[in-house]
């Protein structure tokens, strides 16, 4: 059964830094496409990061510099760093990855605020 667990989530002031974890069962993930989304309350929801099989790596505009995704291969597991958090990365963060069809996490909150 492939499944995708996502956490690390968490409330943290303007600056701080949080690195979220999701946990791949089910398929090997270094072998397909892993993205990081992110979605606010009303808004759609937007690309972040993602992490090719080829082992590129693509990111928001407004990410670029704070945010870094990454493999560990031996877990399964993909994550994403963030650094240098402003409330506006405020939102729920999911994982997403492509088989014959699209597989997301359940989302882990991330809440930017003095």
């Known amino acids: 059964q492939v499944q995708l667990v996502e956490s690390g989530g968490g409330e943290v002031q303007p600056g701080g830094s949080l690195r979220l974890s999701c946990v791949a069962s089910g398929f090997t993930f270094n072998r397909r496409v892993a993205r990081w989304y992110r979605q606010v309350s009303g808004k759609e929801r937007e690309l972040v990061a993602g992490s090719s099989v080829a082992g590129t790596t693509d990111y928001a505009e407004s990410v670029k510099g704070r945010f870094t995704i990454s493999r560990d291969n031996t877990k399964n597991t993909v994550y994403l760093q963030m650094n240098s958090l402003k409330p506006e990365d405020t939102g729920v963060y999911y994982c997403?990855?492509?088989?014959?069809?699209?597989?997301w996490g359940q989302g882990t909150q991330v809440t930017v605020s003095p």
């Open positions: 997403y990855t492509f088989l014959w069809s699209e597989y």
